[in-house]
């Protein structure tokens, strides 16, 4: 039974960062591409970035382009999400996943959420003005 578990995350003001961490467990880490995603109340799902099995491929959404980085770390079973330079515009909730796929290929992997079959519960991300 695949096991995912989210933490970081919080409230801090414009300009901040914040660093946000998934451990899987009950997969072979290695063996799937990853992603991170964010909902904002009253919007879709929306895809933010993604890495290749090993983090030789990332992607990101426009609208974080430059000031997020996502990582992994395969011995731990671990995915990152570096958030610098915050807006109010990144506040929602996070999430991360594994996708069925190895690659991350472009925008393709992160706009169609239903290749992803294991995600974490979320961690919210609130920036202020």
């Known amino acids: 039974q695949v096991q995912v578990v989210q933490s970081g995350g919080g409230a801090v003001q414009a300009g901040g960062s914040l660093n946000l961490s998934c451990t899987f467990s009950?997969?072979?880490?290695?063996?799937?591409?990853m992603g991170w995603f964010r909902q904002a109340p009253g919007k879709e799902r929306e895809g933010v970035s993604c890495?290749?099995?090993?983090?030789?491929?990332?992607y990101y959404a426009d609208s974080v382009k430059g000031r997020f980085t996502i990582s992994r770390d395969n011995a731990k079973n671990t995915l990152y999400l570096q958030m610098n330079s915050l807006t109010p515009e990144d506040t929602a909730m996070y999430y991360c996943?594994?996708?069925?796929?190895?690659?991350?290929?472009?925008?393709?992997?992160?706009?169609?959420?239903?290749?992803?079959?294991?995600w974490g519960q979320g961690t919210q991300v609130t920036v202020s003005s």
């Open positions: 890495i290749s099995w090993g983090g030789m491929s990332t």
């Open positions: 996943a594994a996708d069925r796929a190895v690659n991350c290929l472009g925008p393709q992997t992160i706009e169609i959420l239903t290749t992803y079959a294991w």
């Open positions: 009950g997969l072979t880490f290695d063996h799937y591409a």
